[in-house]
């Protein structure tokens, strides 16, 4: 079945852009759409945004000014970047399988990654 | 930025049943749009546990429902486990603003 890595840096500093890439094994990034998920410690999750292996994306608009999702159909990758980090952006990353535009659910999820954005 | 609302916290003894609720608006719930439920076990990521309002993935127990009344949805845990014990989640669609998937405050359920 699918599964999802993340990888990154795990610590960055206020203003650096926050990189991510998500690897999809045992399936195919060509199918679907693959979002971003993101959980501050101790708190609720937040959906990042969505991108279709067309490139295609859709985001969250309260991030919408400092978010830029891609895809690499050729590593069955797909990445996040988060300009202009604060400590506000401090939480374990995910990533996430969502079937299709009208069947809105998130499975399976990658383990996560924990990013701190610390001076 | 949660805008379903759920119970911080539910607790129940090894057997019995607890349900755990969200409520949503007009915009989300209220609009009829499916809801979805996630376990998350400590220290691990989220788990589907019921998609569109009540449909259980392959590999989730029968102990796990969902239910729909008007604007508010359940999750119900039938026959509580130690192994229940774990932070539960909902998840919608709001068409406030371009369309957002948002997410439940959070219920942690304690097996006393």
């Known amino acids: 079945q699918v599964q999802l890595q993340e990888s990154g840096p795990d610590l960055l500093r206020p203003s650096d852009t926050l990189s991510l890439t998500c690897t999809v094994s045992?399936?195919?990034?060509?199918?679907?759409?693959w979002s971003w998920i993101r959980q501050p410690p101790g708190k609720g999750l937040e959906w990042i945004g969505n991108?279709?292996?067309?490139?295609?994306?859709n985001y969250n608009p309260s991030l919408t000014s400092r978010v830029t999702m891609s895809v690499d159909t050729s590593r069955n990758q797909f990445s996040l970047r988060l300009t202009s980090a604060t400590a506000a952006d401090t939480a374990v990353y995910f990533c996430a399988k969502m079937p299709a535009r009208w069947e809105y659910w998130f499975d399976p999820w990658g383990q996560g990654t924990l990013v701190i954005v610390s001076s | 930025q949660s805008v379903l609302t759920q119970p911080p916290s539910v607790s129940g003894a090894p057997g019995q049943r607890v349900t755990i609720s969200c409520t949503g608006s007009s915009s989300n719930i209220g609009a009829g749009y499916d809801v979805h439920w996630y376990q998350q076990l400590p220290g691990t990521a989220p788990k589907l546990l019921i998609y569109?309002?009540?449909n259980r993935p392959s590999g989730v127990p029968a102990r796990f429902s969902g239910s729909r009344s008007g604007t508010s949805v359940s999750l119900a845990i039938s026959g509580l486990q130690p192994e229940d014990e774990a932070d539960y989640f909902c998840?919608?669609?709001?068409?406030?603003?371009?369309?957002?998937?948002?997410f439940g405050t959070g219920t942690k359920v304690t097996v006393l």
């Open positions: 991108i279709f292996h067309t490139g295609t994306t």
């Open positions: 045992g399936g195919f990034i060509s199918t679907h759409y």
């Open positions: 569109n309002d009540n």
């Open positions: 998840q919608s669609f709001d068409d406030s603003l371009s369309g957002i998937y948002v």
